[in-house]
């Protein structure tokens, strides 16, 4: 009926009403009310009401507990025991006398009754802190995929897919690292205190003072020992209330003898606040309410409280289980009443290098190998279409992040160390015949794996241009660690009403069958690669156990890091909503390594702890063993070696139909090209070039590079990617290997 003032409510009231009375006895009808009126703390009906408040069955309740319930009808807030004994125990005589006057109760009854006080059991208010972006996405599902418009609108049983436990710890994780983000960027603006408590703590002193001193039983508070700053903070309704830092309030200011800031917690103590700026200090006053991180004891360092400001960068983060696409976990920005756009479903964004895999997938199937050699040197692409009339800005040159190159790479160690420029080869000739025929191939297998409804067919495609929902691109991440079979990712398991289910999801994998489960573990093997050689090297300890890809876009407007173990497929970005304005990036080095990684971090230690022990990644499955053949190659050269040693690293080798190995490493680079690298001389494929040994019968060695050793300089320098240069002055020249740009105009 609502709750408006106005003449046509009283109508309709009144006319559902003598309905009502036709159906329905006064007795039903007072049962109906009675077991769904709201009577505090959190409960709604007589019998969650007595559970509440006395920890009892309302069947088992004694005259003075039923007359509480009773009058707690009329105002549940104002008449409450909890914040108002006095109020209580009034409305109680009032409820006990009113039955005295029916003839319900006798005399002694009442008297009885009012000296035996009821007894409260302790109550904890359960406030629900976490999982709002999750609950909301509940409703869009329903309504999608169930066809149900309005959950509120009928009564149903909805079985989710959440882990409470992973879901708060990724949320913790993403606040966490978002706000050191901030710090170490030196963005950190503290605009003022979450609250202040002032008032409340006056009016529990004020009550204090004015308790009846004639020794009357009232309801005591759970704590009667606390300090009124102390109750009056567990009490405090945060405007930010899913933010997991602890709540902390000013409880003294620099002055006297007190030295510095000092903060109280919840649980009572008191602790200083660390380091607090002159800006933090003029900003905070007595009974202020601040977020901080607890800092334990580290030698004589003593405990202390460290201010952590909301910050105004966002993120967000999704936590995938791989076998099933069930969302374990969902956190669609920092802090859901700050904005409820949830980012992991919601939002598009560049996912920059973090696109790549799907190429290095193309070029796997088609038939390259991870030793395969590609050049890492400048290269121009005209324009798709009719490039006769183009102008000089519609050529794509791309660069990579050190604007340097390498010379030679492999194709593993290309993709370990985000080479945009050997992504950009693979279209020449290492995927199809021309550049668009590559390209078209790629959008092919992103359709597939349904990154995209439609791919926008230009070249910086590859490099991630195009923006992508976080859930379809850990959804393919999923596919990766499963071989090939892509998960549907959902968040209701089933829906029940009225103990019958009227929705089961029941979506099975669907395989990307452009690329068999053979070039799928290859791809795998060497995203692990990327963690622990690459650009995710800050959590190498953990390549045993993961792998995925950082991803960084232009003007590090987009910071990524995807990333999968055996069980789950963990999602996370961290960037500006406003990604237009280039004012609000994420700074220079800003880069899907040093911010989103340690994201990742937290989260998959949490999944490990909270979810699925820790374990290897899985070996090849049967059908991609049968295609596979291990075999030790140089990790710098591609070179196979015919026994293993220090420089010895294990490589997955696809076997042809014939079950044949097929050796690709000089396919897309032939030895005469890497001659050329040697001093600026350039010689054909077969040609002798000078300062290079050869065996005693003349026939040149089966790899090139074989040379005599210089001074200063690694035999390998340059073309394999040493930090010295190829035949240079051996001047160490330093190497940034993170997420590259999309365009030419800087950081390749």
């Known amino acids: 009926m609502g709750d408006d003032v106005t003449y046509e409510r009283k109508i ?17 009808i007072l049962m109906l009310y009675l077991n769904s009126i709201y009577l505090g703390r959190g409960s709604w009906g007589i019998e969650m009401a007595a559970r509440s408040y006395f920890g009892k069955p309302a069947s088992e309740l004694s005259l ?18 909890d914040r108002h004994p006095d109020r209580a125990r009034e409305r109680v005589a009032y409820v006990l006398n009113r039955m005295q006057e029916d003839g319900v109760i006798g005399a002694e009854q009442v008297r009885q009754a009012m000296a035996n006080t009821p007894q409260l059991v302790a109550y904890e208010r359960v406030r629900r802190d976490t999982g709002f972006y999750f609950v909301d996405h509940l409703g869009r599902e329903a309504k999608t995929a169930a066809g149900i418009d309005i959950l509120a609108g009928a009564s149903y049983t909805i079985h989710s897919t959440l882990h409470a436990g992973l879901q708060r710890a990724t949320e913790a994780a993403l606040q966490e690292g978002l706000a050191a983000y901030e710090r170490q960027a030196g963005r950190v603006r503290f605009s003022g205190p979450e609250a202040n408590l002032a008032d409340a703590v006056r009016r529990i002193e004020a009550e204090r003072n004015s308790a009846p001193a004639d020794g009357r039983d009232s309801p005591q508070p759970l704590q009667p020992q606390m300090p009124a700053w102390q109750q009056a903070l567990q009490s405090a309704h945060l405007p ?14 620099p002055g006297g003898k007190n030295a510095g800031i000092r903060v109280g917690l919840a649980d009572g103590r008191v602790l200083p606040l660390a380091s607090p700026n002159a800006a933090v200090r003029r900003a905070l006053k007595l009974h202020d309410v601040i977020f901080v991180q607890i800092i334990e004891a580290k030698g004589k360092s003593a405990e202390r409280a460290e201010l952590r400001v909301p910050p105004a960068v966002q993120g967000a983060a999704l936590v995938l289980e791989n076998k099933t696409g069930r969302i374990l976990a969902m956190a669609g920005g920092f802090s859901y009443p700050l904005s409820q756009l949830n980012r992991t479903t919601q939002m598009r964004r560049q996912p920059g290098s973090a696109l790549k895999p799907i190429t290095y997938l193309a070029a796997l199937g088609a038939g390259l190998q991870p030793n395969t050699l590609v050049l890492d040197e400048p290269i121009t692409f005209a324009p798709i279409g009719n490039a006769a009339f183009a102008r000089e800005r519609d050529y794509w040159s791309p660069r990579n992040y050190d604007r340097g190159g390498s010379g030679v790479v492999t ?14 080869r693979l279209l020449d000739g290492g995927i199809k015949s021309s550049p668009e025929e590559s390209l078209e191939r790629v959008c092919e297998i992103a359709l597939e794996a349904q990154l995209y409804g439609e791919c926008v067919r230009y070249y910086p495609f590859v490099l991630g241009a195009q923006p992508v929902r976080m859930v379809d691109l850990a ?33 099975k994998p669907t395989g990307i069958g452009s690329a068999d489960p053979a070039a799928f573990y290859q791809l795998k093997t060497m995203l692990q690669g990327v963690v622990e050689r690459g650009t995710a090297r800050p959590i190498r300890h953990l390549a045993p156990y993961v ?30 909503d406003n990604a ?37 990644l899985s070996p090849p499955s049967p059908q991609a063993r049968t295609q596979l053949v291990d075999l030790p190659v140089d990790l710098t050269t591609g070179d196979r070696l015919a026994y293993g040693g220090a420089r010895a690293f294990v490589e997955h080798f696809r076997l042809d139909r014939q079950g044949q190995l097929e050796d690709t490493q000089y396919r897309l680079v032939s030895r005469g090209e890497i001659y050329a690298y040697r001093d600026g001389d350039t010689f054909g494929e077969g040609e002798r070039p000078p300062g290079w040994t050869y065996d005693d019968s003349g026939v040149p060695p089966p790899s090139p590079w074989r040379m005599p050793p210089r001074p200063r300089l690694s035999p390998w320098g340059g073309i394999f990617g040493d930090p010295y240069g190829w035949w240079n002055d051996g001047r160490p020249r330093p190497r940034r290997v993170d997420p590259d740009y999309l365009w030419g105009n800087r950081g390749f």
């Open 12 to 28: 309709r009231e009144i006319l559902v009403a003598s309905r009502l009375e036709r159906v329905l006895g006064k007795p039903e």
């Open 64 to 81: 003075a507990e039923g007359a509480l319930l009773a009058g707690l009808t009329k105002g549940p807030n104002y008449f409450s025991p």
């Open 240 to 253: 930010l209330y899913d933010v997991h830092w602890p709540a902390a309030v000013v409880v003294a200011m």
């Open 411 to 424: 194709l593993r160690r290309a993709l370990e160390n985000s080479k945009n420029r050997v992504t950009a």
């Open 475 to 507: 959804a393919f991440y999923a596919a990766i660690a499963n071989e090939g079979a892509r998960p549907s990712p959902h968040a209701i398991d089933s829906i029940e009403q009225n103990g019958l289910v009227i929705y089961r999801h029941e979506t």
């Open 547 to 576: 792998g995925g890809k950082t991803g960084t876009s232009e003007n590090e407007n987009d910071a990524w890091f995807v990333g999968f173990s055996n069980e789950v497929t963990i999602a996370v970005w961290v960037g500006y």
């Open 580 to 616: 237009g304005d280039k004012r609000r990036t994420l700074g220079s080095g800003a880069t899907g390594a040093k911010v989103a990684v340690p994201i990742f971090a937290s989260i998959v230690q949490a999944a490990w702890s909270e979810y699925a022990p820790r374990t290897l």
